[in-house]
């Protein structure tokens, strides 16, 4: 079993840049599909990123598309979520999530494929 800590949000304006992070302890994240999620309240939560486990394929949410980016420390067991020239519409809870690979080199966007969720992580984009 993968714990998933987040870190790195924040109050930023819009246009700013922020780096998240999702460090995970008990297993390696190379043996995961990992993906990126923000929930806003009431709403439903969202895709944002996501990565096969072998690095091989990324995907991302049309909104965040080339403003985005999805990577992974191996040495640290970290994942990341560069977002640069952020918008207020960015604002939400960011969480990180792991999907065992069990040999299938693909990606998910939905939540319900992902079985491990960190805590999540505030950003507030201002205006």
């Known amino acids: 079993q993968v714990q998933l800590v987040e870190s790195g949000g924040g109050l930023v304006q819009a246009g700013g840049s922020l780096r998240l992070s999702c460090t995970a302890s008990g297993r390696t994240l190379s043996d995961y599909a990992m993906g990126w999620f923000r929930q806003v309240p009431g709403k439903e939560r969202e895709f944002v990123a996501a990565?096969?486990?072998?690095?091989?394929?990324?995907g991302y949410a049309d909104s965040v598309k080339g403003r985005f980016t999805i990577s992974r420390d191996n040495y640290k067991n970290t994942i990341y979520l560069q977002m640069n020239s952020l918008k207020p519409e960015d604002t939400a809870v960011y969480y990180c999530?792991?999907?065992?690979?069990?040999?299938?080199?693909?990606?998910?966007?939905?939540?319900?494929?992902?079985?491990?969720w960190g805590q999540g992580t505030q950003v507030t984009v201002s205006s």
């Open positions: 999530a792991a999907r065992g690979a069990y040999g299938s080199d693909t990606y998910y966007s939905t939540p319900r494929e992902y079985s491990y």
């Open positions: 990565m096969t486990w072998s690095l091989r394929s990324t």
